[in-house]
């Protein structure tokens, strides 16, 4: 079983003159729930090779977060991420955007990335998204030309916390208004707190608070995709 894990490879957060990336929670505890239940994770970016990490996210006090940044495979791979042109989605069970404001500049318009997801979720894979993950969700289209959030229930960094970080100005666009002009059923809690929203095979999380809740959802929609293909087999 694989997943694959897609981390931004832009740096600048705007105009700010601040850096920014992937948010290593976001990655981190996600992973360790799908390590857990011996689930395989491969790294993947728009541009391929080392990818940013936002600072700001950098928590080695956090025990997942410093397992997970200690693991010396890990390591190579955040390295040698892949470029999403030479990848084989049929090896996947599913993909999974981590978030960080990075992600709002480079995982909408990434034509390669895009329908790398389009293929996994259409061979029956899942797709998942956390934070401002869900960025790389907004134009993937399925076979029948319609967007994949369209008529779903989602979950993605809030205007409100946007707001209360202060980054309004700072990012491309609104994430929940975007995902309402796709068609998606954007539901929102109260900022910081672990919102999971599932639908069929997609999962997505509203803020870095989601991500372990999400990486169980997460987990359990895979083995159901694995069990599916091995009856099918």
Request: proline letters at 6%; glycine letters at 10%.
């Amino acid at each position: 079983m694989k997943v694959l894990f897609v981390l931004t490879s832009h740096s600048d957060l705007g105009n700010t003159n601040r850096k920014t990336g992937y948010y290593l929670s976001e990655a981190a505890h996600p992973w360790k729930k799908l390590q857990e239940r011996g689930i395989e994770i491969d790294f993947v970016s728009p541009k391929g090779g080392p990818c940013p990490l936002d600072p700001t996210s950098y928590d080695l006090t956090d025990p997942i977060n410093r397992e997970f940044w200690e693991d010396i495979d890990v390591q190579k791979k955040l390295k040698n991420t892949l470029a999403p042109g030479g990848v084989d989605a049929n090896i996947f069970e599913g993909i999974h955007y981590v978030g960080g404001h990075g992600a709002c500049f480079d995982f909408p318009s990434n034509i390669p990335l895009l329908q790398l997801a389009a293929r996994i979720y259409e061979h029956g894979g899942v797709v998942s998204a956390v934070c401002h993950g869900p960025s790389g969700l907004l134009n993937i289209k399925l076979m029948g030309g319609t967007y994949l959030v369209q008529g779903k229930n989602v979950a993605c960094f809030t205007n409100s916390e946007e707001e209360a970080v202060g980054l309004v100005k700072a990012i491309p666009f609104s994430l929940q208004d975007c995902m309402k002009e796709r068609g998606a059923y954007v539901h929102v809690k109260p900022n910081w707190t672990s919102n999971v929203q599932v639908d069929g095979r997609l999962v997505t999380g509203q803020n870095p608070q989601s991500s372990t809740e999400l990486g169980d959802k997460l987990g359990d929609l895979v083995l159901e995709v694995q069990a599916r293909r091995m009856v099918a087999q």
